[in-house]
C-alpha cells in the first residue's frame, strides 16, 4: 500500500443504512412538492405504467439522448416511492449511453452520482463495468462518484477498497484527489467520529491538499455532533482566520451550538457574518436564536436581530418569525407603546403576521388596556395582509361582549357571517 495510506488509521464501521422510502400514504404529496414542475408531468406518467413499459414511456418523452434527463429531483422522487422503477430509468439511460458510444466521461460520472441518490451501489458498478468495457479509462471522479455511492449506500468496506485502488494505481489520472478524501471526512464526521475524521483530514493535508470551507465545514458538524464545542469553535475561528468564507450550513451549525449553550454573545458574533458574507438562514436557525433571546428577556438584541436579518436579505418568513416574535414580547408585557410601531415597521416592510397566536396576543393587550380604537387601528390595518379566522373573530366577540360594546360586538358577528363563519 502506498505511504500516504499508512499514515492513515482507517477504523472500519458500518453505519446503518436507513430507507428513505416513504410510507405509502404521504409519497405522492411529497413527491409533487420536491420535483420540480417541468418534471411533474414524467413522474406522474413513469408512477402510473407498469414496470414492462418503463422504457417504451422513456422511449416516447425522448428521441436522443438527452444530456439533462434524468434530473437528480426526478430519480429521488420516483424511487422514495417505486424504487424499481428509477432503477429501471437508470439502465434505460445506461443502454442510450452505449447505444451513442458515448465515450465522455462526464456522462459516466454523472450517472453513477444519479446511483448515489438512489443509493443503488449494484447499478453503479454496472455503470462503471460498462465504461471499462468500452475502453474508457476510470478518473478520478469516477472513482470519487463511486466512493459517494458506496458511502451513500452505507458500504463503508467497499468505499475504502475503492480508494485503495486509487492509491495503489500507476496512473495519475485516478489517483485520489481533494474531493476524494472530503468524502471520507465528510462520512465520518456524519458518524461523529472526530479521532477518524481527523485522521482523513491529516492525510489530505500531508498530500498538499488545501483545507476548504467544505471541509471546515465538516469538521464543525463532527465536532458538534461528538459534542466537543471547543473543537468545534477552534476549527471554525481556524477558517475565519484562514480568510475562507463559511457557508450557511456552517454558519447555521454554529448558530444551533451557541443557542443550545444559551450564548447570546457569540452567536451574535456569528450573525454578523451572516450580514458580511449575505447568507441565507433558514427558519428553524432563526427560531433557536428568537427562542433564547425570549428566554433570557433579550429584548434589545431580538430588535438587533429584526435589523440583522432584514440587512441580509432574509426570506419573508424568517423576517415573519422575527418582527412576530418582538410584537408578542411586547404584547405579553402589554406595551402597546411599543407594538404599534413594531408593527407598522413589520407591514411597511411587506411582511405579515404568520399565526393566528401572534394575533391573538395583540388583542388580548389591547382589550387588557382596554385600548378599543387602538384595537380598530390594529384590525383595519392587518385586514388586507391577514385573514382572521373563527378564532379571532371569537375572541373579539367575547371581549367586545366583557366589555360591554354591543356595538362592536354585533359588527364582529355579522362579520363572521360574511366570511362564512356562522
Avoid at 476524494?180 to 464526521?189: P, R
Amino acid at each position: 500500500m502506498a505511504a500516504a495510506s499508512s499514515r492513515i488509521s482507517r477504523p472500519i464501521f458500518r453505519p446503518e443504512n436507513r430507507s428513505l422510502i416513504t410510507e405509502s400514504g404521504r409519497r405522492l404529496a411529497r413527491l409533487l412538492f420536491t420535483t420540480s414542475s417541468t418534471d411533474i408531468p414524467l413522474l406522474q406518467k413513469l408512477l402510473k405504467a407498469p414496470l414492462s413499459k418503463i422504457g417504451a414511456t422513456l422511449d416516447s418523452e425522448f428521441t436522443s439522448d438527452s444530456a439533462e434527463f434524468p434530473s437528480a429531483a426526478l430519480l429521488s422522487s420516483l424511487n422514495s416511492s417505486a424504487p424499481h422503477k428509477a432503477n429501471l430509468v437508470i439502465e434505460w439511460k445506461l443502454d442510450k449511453l452505449t447505444e451513442h458510444e458515448s465515450k465522455n466521461h462526464d456522462r459516466y460520472a454523472q450517472l453513477i452520482s444519479l446511483c448515489k441518490n438512489i443509493r443503488n451501489l449494484r447499478i453503479a458498478f454496472r455503470v462503471f463495468s460498462s465504461m471499462e468495457a468500452r475502453g474508457i479509462k476510470p478518473t478520478s471522479t469516477i472513482f470519487n462518484e463511486l466512493i459517494h455511492t458506496s458511502l451513500s449506500s452505507g458500504n463503508l468496506l467497499t468505499a475504502l477498497s475503492l480508494f485503495e485502488t486509487m492509491e495503489a494505481s500507476s496512473i495519475g489520472s485516478y489517483k485520489p484527489d481533494s474531493d476524494t478524501y472530503n468524502a471520507f471526512i465528510s462520512a465520518y464526521a456524519n458518524l461523529g467520529n472526530k479521532n477518524a475524521t481527523e485522521s482523513w483530514l491529516t492525510a489530505k493535508k500531508e498530500l498538499g491538499f488545501s483545507v476548504d470551507a467544505q471541509t471546515y465545514g465538516f469538521l464543525v458538524q463532527c465536532c458538534i455532533k461528538s459534542k466537543k464545542y471547543h473543537d468545534a469553535r477552534k476549527y471554525f475561528d481556524e477558517m475565519i482566520l484562514s480568510g475562507l468564507m463559511p457557508n450557511e450550513s456552517i454558519i447555521e451549525n454554529m448558530i444551533a451550538m451557541y443557542c443550545q449553550q444559551r450564548n447570546p454573545i457569540r452567536v451574535k458574533d456569528i450573525l454578523k457574518l451572516v450580514v458580511n458574507y449575505r447568507l441565507k438562514i433558514d427558519r428553524n436557525t432563526v427560531k433557536k436564536v428568537v427562542d433564547l433571546y425570549g428566554g433570557l428577556g433579550l429584548v434589545d438584541e431580538l430588535e438587533e436581530l429584526v435589523l440583522t436579518l432584514t440587512e441580509s436579505g432574509q426570506t419573508s418568513e424568517v423576517l415573519s418569525l422575527v418582527h412576530c416574535s418582538v410584537i408578542r414580547l411586547y404584547a405579553e408585557v402589554d406595551r402597546l407603546n411599543d407594538v404599534d410601531p413594531s408593527m407598522g415597521r413589520m407591514l411597511k416592510g411587506g411582511i405579515s403576521f404568520g399565526c393566528e397566536e401572534d394575533v391573538e396576543k395583540v388583542i388580548c393587550s389591547y382589550f387588557r388596556a382596554e385600548a378599543y380604537d387602538r384595537l380598530d387601528l390594529f384590525l383595519e390595518c392587518i385586514r388586507d395582509s391577514y385573514e382572521l379566522t373563527r378564532s379571532i373573530y371569537e375572541l373579539l366577540g367575547a371581549g367586545y361582549r366583557r366589555a360591554g360594546l354591543s356595538e362592536k360586538l354585533n359588527a364582529v358577528v355579522n362579520e363572521m357571517k360574511v366570511a362564512g363563519f356562522s
